[in-house]
C-alpha cells in the first residue's frame, strides 16, 4: 500500500518501487505525493552519500505518482533529485515505459526542452529512449540535439564506426543538421574513436552525405553557415573539417562565392581555406574579376603575413595570365602599402612595379596616394616608380629618430545599461577572443549591477546565452580562465549548487573554478568569480569596486574612492576579493584633492583605501640578476624531467616578494591569493618545470591584475619567456607590448624579457618584442644600453642566436628608429664579436 511504497523510498530500495506502484491505483498513488513531496523538502538539506539511493527511490516513486506530464517533468527534471546518472536506469525506465503513451511522449517533449544544466546529471538519455520507444516527432531543441550528439560517442567494447552508426540511427536526418547549430562542440567533432576510416564526427558527416543519407547540399550550406556565425577556434576547425571533408566542387563553390569572400574576415585557417579556393575559381574564370579586388581589399589589411602574401601573389598571378587585368591588380596591391609589416609593403611594391607598365598612366595618381602611407624608407623608390616625390623631405641623416606614438591607454567605456545589452556583450565574450580584458571586466560589472537591479529580468536576458553555452565546471583540470564568468551566469540563473554540494561532490572546501593546475593568476580569477557569484545571488553590491578604468586594468584613484563613498552611503560592505584586486589596480601618486577625498571615507574599507593611497600601496620589489644554471648532479635519485634541466643556462631575476604585504590601519592584509601574485622568485628546476611541464602559459588577464607592477610580473614570467629562446616555445611574445603598454618602473627584468623575446624562434614572438621594444622608445622608458648589454650576455652563453637577433632589429631600423637600434646593437657588440 500507500504506506509500503513510502517505506521503501525512505529506504532507498529502489528495484521495489516498480512492483510497489504498480499495486497502486491512481487515487492512491496521488495520496502519496504530499509524503513525497515532504520527504524531499528534508532532502534538500543534506547531501550525504548514504542518501543518494533515497534521492533515486524518491526521484522514480515521483515519476509513477504524477499524472500530469508538465508536473512529471518538472519533478524528473529536478536538480536536487538528479545527483547521479538516474536516467539510464532500468528501474526509472520501466516505472515510465508502464504509463500511457501520450503521457510519455509529452514528458519527453518537455525534457527535450530542458537546457543543460550546469551541474548535476541530464535527464537526455530517458527523453531519448522515450523517442526512440513511441516513434514520435523528433525533438530538434538545443539540450536534445547537443544531448544525442554526447551519446553518439559513447564507446564501449565492439561497436561500428560511427559513420555506420548514424547510418543506422533514424535519428540522423532529423539531428545530424542540428549539430550546426551547437555551440562548443568542436571536440566531440574532432575525437577520432577509433584509427577506422569513418570514426570521427567529421568524415562520417561527409559519408553520409556521399550515400545520401544527409543532403550535401544542406550540409555545405550550413558548414559555411556555421564558419560565418563565428565562435570558439576549436568549433571552427571542427566545422572548417566538415567543409574539407564534403570537398565542394568548383561548380558548389562558385555558387556561394559571396559566402568565401564574407570568410575572408575570419580567423585566419578559415580565411586561408576561403582565400585558395577562390583563388582557384579566379583562375579556372568562374567568378567575376572584381573578386579578386574585393577580397584584396580585406586580406591585404589583415596582420597575418601568410595571408597578405599570398593575397599578393594571387594578385601576380591573375595579372600574368591576364595582361589587361594590370589596372586594377596593381590598384588592388597598393592597398598593402598601409601594412604594418615594411617586409609586406616592399613585396607589395615590388608587384606593382612588375606590372605598373601594362596597368597604363592612368592608375599613377590613385598609386601616389596610397605611397604616402608607406614607411619613409620607401619613399624615394615609390617616386621613381609614381614620377613625382612621395612624402617630403626624408630624415637628413639616419641618425635621425623615428618612432610610432606612445599608445594612449583605452578607456574601458561606462558601464553597461541593460539586461538586453548584457547578455549581447557576453555573447560577444563568449565567442571572441580569450585576451579581450576591456570585454571581461564590463561583463562581470554588469552582471552584478543587473542582478541589484532586477535579478528576474537578467535571467530571462541571459537564457538564449546560456542555452549556447552552458557552464558545466564540476571538473576542474585545466587553469581559471575568463571563461568562467559562466559560473556567474549560472549562479544568476539559479543554477549553481549550494556550498553543502560542493562539498559532497568534491570535498570540504572544494571550489568548482580551481584544482590542481590553477595557477597563482588564476586563483585570483577565481576568488573574484567566486565572490561575484555569491553577489549576484544575494543582490548586495550596485556595481564592483574592482572594475578598471581603462582596458590596462589600470584604475583611477578618485573612481574609486567615489564608487567607496557610494558604498558607504548604500550601506554596502565591500567584498573581500573585490577590494583587494581594486587596491592592486590603483595608480600610484595620487592627487591631493583625490587623497582629501578617501580620508573622508569612514568605513574600513575606505580608511584602508585612504592609508593605501598615502603611503604608496604596493612597493615595487628589487630586482637580482641570477644566474640559473642546475648543471649536473647525480643522477641516482634524481627525476628523470629534473635531469632535462641539467644543461640549461638562463639568466633570471630574483624578488624577496611582499611577504605578508602592507599592513592597513586596522590590521588588514590582502588575502592569500594576492599575495601570492608577488611570492619570492628564486629559480629553481621545479619552478622551471612548472613552466614547461603543465604548458603553464599566461592570459593577457594577468596583466591587468597589477597593471602597475610589469617589473614584478616580467620577473616572475622570465622562465616563459626564455622558453621561446632556449626551447623554442611558441606564444610569449604577444605579452611583452602589454607589459611595455602597463605602468611602473621598466627594470632589469623587463628588459631581461624583451631580450628573450628578441631572440625567439618564432617569427610571431619576436614581432612581439620588437613592438614592445618600440613602445618603451616611444615612452621615453627604454634603456638601450641595458637591453644591448643581456643581449650579448644571451648569445654568449648560446641562449640567443646571432641570426634571430639580427631578424629581430631590423625592422626596428627599417622603421626609422635608427638611434634606438644603434643604442642596442653598439651595446651588445662585445657579446656579439666574441660568440
Known sequence: ??????????????????????????????????????????????????LADVRGALLVAGAGCHFGPAAAARWLGADDLNVRDWARHPVLHEVVEAQPREWRIEVARRLAERPARAWGWSMHPLAEAVVRRTG???????????????????????????????????????????????????????????PRPGDVWTEAIAELAATGVLDRADLIDRSLARLLRGGKPADQRAFLDVLRALDPTPEEYAARVRD???????????????????????????????????????????????????????????ARRAPDRSGPVVLAAAGAFG??????????????????????????????????????????????????????????????????????????????????????????????????????????DGLVRQAHLDRRALVGALEPVRRTHPWNGTIRWADTLPRDILYVVAAVAGETPPRRLWDFLGGKGRSPLRGPQTTVHGDVLAARLEEAAWQ???????????????????????????????????????????????????????????????EALTSPAGRWLAHWLRTGGLPGQPSERVLFAPGRGSKRGRHYAERWWEDVQRIVVAQPGIGAGPKG?????????????????????????????????????????????REELAARWLDHFALGADRDERGAGRFLPLLAESGGPAGLALHLALAYGLGARHAEDRTGAVDALLVLAARGELDGALLGRELGELVARGTVKPARLAAALGPVARTGAYRTAWSVLGAALPGLLGA
Open 136 to 194: 514520435c516527432a523528433v525533438p530538434v531543441s538545443e539540450p536534445f540535439v547537443r544531448g544525442w550528439l554526447q551519446g553518439t560517442l559513447d564507446v564501449g567494447g565492439p561497436r561500428p564506426t560511427l559513420a555506420e552508426q548514424l547510418r543506422a540511427d533514424r535519428l540522423t536526418p532529423e539531428l545530424a543538421p542540428r549539430v550546426f547549430d551547437l555551440a562548443d562542440v568542436g571536440g566531440s567533432l574532432a575525437r577520432r574513436l577509433s
Open 536 to 598: 549576484v545571488v544575494a543582490g548586495r553590491p550596485p556595481y564592483l569596486l574592482a572594475t578598471p578604468t581603462h582596458a590596462t586594468g589600470a584604475l583611477a584613484a578618485e573612481v574609486l574612492v567615489e564608487r567607496l563613498a557610494g558604498y558607504e552611503a548604500a550601506g554596502v560592505v565591500p567584498g573581500r576579493a573585490d577590494l583587494c584586486a581594486a587596491l592592486l589596480r590603483v595608480g600610484p601618486g595620487t592627487d591631493p584633492e583625490v587623497l582629501r577625498a578617501a
Open 1 to 50: 500500500g500507500v504506506e509500503e511504497l513510502l517505506a521503501a523510498v525512505r529506504a532507498g530500495l529502489l528495484a521495489r518501487i516498480p512492483e510497489l506502484l504498480a499495486g497502486l491505483d491512481r487515487t492512491r498513488r496521488r495520496a502519496c505525493l504530499p509524503a513525497l513531496k515532504e520527504l524531499r523538502k528534508e532532502l534538500r538539506g543534506d547531501w550525504s552519500v548514504t
Open 665 to 709: 590601519p586596522d590590521g588588514e592584509r590582502l588575502d592569500r591569493e594576492f599575495r601570492a601574485l608577488l611570492e619570492p622568485t628564486e629559480p629553481s628546476v621545479s619552478r622551471a618545470r612548472t613552466v614547461h611541464d603543465w604548458a603553464w602559459r599566461p592570459i593577457t588577464h594577468w596583466t591587468a591584475m597589477l597593471p602597475w607592477h
Open 339 to 444: 601594412h604594418a609589416d615594411q617586409g609586406v609593403q616592399e613585396r607589395a611594391l615590388n608587384v606593382v612595379a612588375r606590372h605598373l607598365r601594362a596597368a597604363g598612366e592612368a592608375v599613377l595618381p590613385e598609386l601616389h596616394a596610397a605611397a604616402e602611407t608607406l614607411n619613409p624608407v620607401h619613399h624615394p623608390r615609390a617616386g621613381e616608380l609614381f614620377g613625382a616625390p612621395v612624402g617630403g623631405d626624408l630624415p637628413a641623416a639616419e641618425e635621425d629618430e623615428l618612432l610610432p606614438p606612445a599608445p594612449e591607454p583605452r578607456p574601458l567605456g561606462a558601464p553597461i545599461g541593460s539586461a538586453a545589452e548584457l547578455a549581447e556583450e557576453l555573447s560577444a565574450l563568449l565567442t571572441g577572443r580569450e585576451g579581450d580584458v576591456a570585454a571581461f571586466e564590463r561583463v562581470l
Open 260 to 318: 568565401l569572400v564574407a570568410l575572408l574576415d575570419g580567423p585566419s585557417t578559415v580565411a586561408g581555406h576561403a582565400q585558395g579556393e577562390l583563388a582557384k575559381l579566379d583562375e579556372a574564370g568562374l567568378v567575376e574579376p572584381e573578386v579578386l579586388v574585393e577580397a584584396s581589399a580585406v586580406v591585404l589589411f589583415r596582420t597575418e603575413k601568410k595571408l597578405v602574401r599570398a593575397q599578393l601573389g594571387w594578385l601576380e598571378k591573375a
